[in-house]
T-cell receptor
């Protein structure tokens, strides 16, 4: 069965420190992976998707099929990055998304 | 960007009553809408997929008679929680996906918090 695992419930770092939010998936085919972010009191919004290979707000994520991972990274965290981050998998021809349990990132001043 | 609204944002009702939640795509036509449920400090769990003009597809374990979904137009889907009970209290979130254009992105609504007394 398809599954997305985010092992960390909370990640706390100081401003300027590097950040890596972990995401592992379970899927036998070719997945499409996403990172969604939810800032305080705001709706869920797309941060980035692996097929775009882009950097958004300084964040990048590389799909590693060998390790079935899609970790989110940023070299220098900012306080405004504090939010809830969800990794999601869209599989096959389905439009359905499977979400991980989320990681709360707290960037301290 | 595409905007999805939900109404109401918050509702409190008595046990046994039914509650309707609306999800609207404001500036695009949504061929597919999704309904999620989110428990406190938990992830989003997909409840059902709704395609305009056809019956919704429910995920395993979701009671279709309990959670009635209607997708009557390309901009509106409704979720009705029938005979609500306290265990139905949750945060319900919808998302909408537009016509294919090389981008299958889902745009999320702000959510509706349901409290059943």
């Amino acid at each position: 069965a398809q599954r997305v695992t985010q092992p960390e419930k909370l990640l706390s770092v100081f401003k300027g420190a590097p950040v890596e939010l972990k995401c592992n998936y379970s899927y036998s085919g070719s997945p499409e992976l996403f990172w969604y972010v939810q800032y305080s009191r705001q709706r869920l919004q797309l941060l980035l998707r692996h097929i775009s290979r882009e950097s958004i707000k300084g964040f990048t994520a590389d799909l590693n099929k060998g390790e079935t991972s899609f970790h989110l990274k940023k070299p220098f965290a900012q306080e405004e990055d504090s939010a809830m981050y969800y990794c999601a998998l869209k599989w096959g021809s389905s439009y359905k998304l499977i979400f991980g349990s989320g990681t709360r990132l707290l960037v301290r001043p | 960007g595409a905007v999805v609204s939900q109404h109401p944002s918050r509702v409190i009702c008595k046990s046994g009553t039914s509650v309707k939640i609306e999800c609207r795509s404001l500036d695009f036509q949504a061929t597919t809408m999704f309904w999620y449920r989110q428990f406190p400090k938990k992830s989003l769990m997909l409840m059902a997929t709704s395609n305009e003009g056809s019956k919704a597809t429910y995920e395993q374990g979701v009671e279709k008679d309990k959670f009635l979904i209607n997708h009557a137009s390309l901009t509106l889907s409704t979720l009705t929680v029938t005979s609500a009970h306290p265990e139905d209290s949750s945060f319900y979130i919808c998302s909408a996906q537009g016509r294919a254009g090389g981008n299958n992105e889902q745009f999320f609504g702000p959510g509706t918090r349901l409290t059943v007394l």
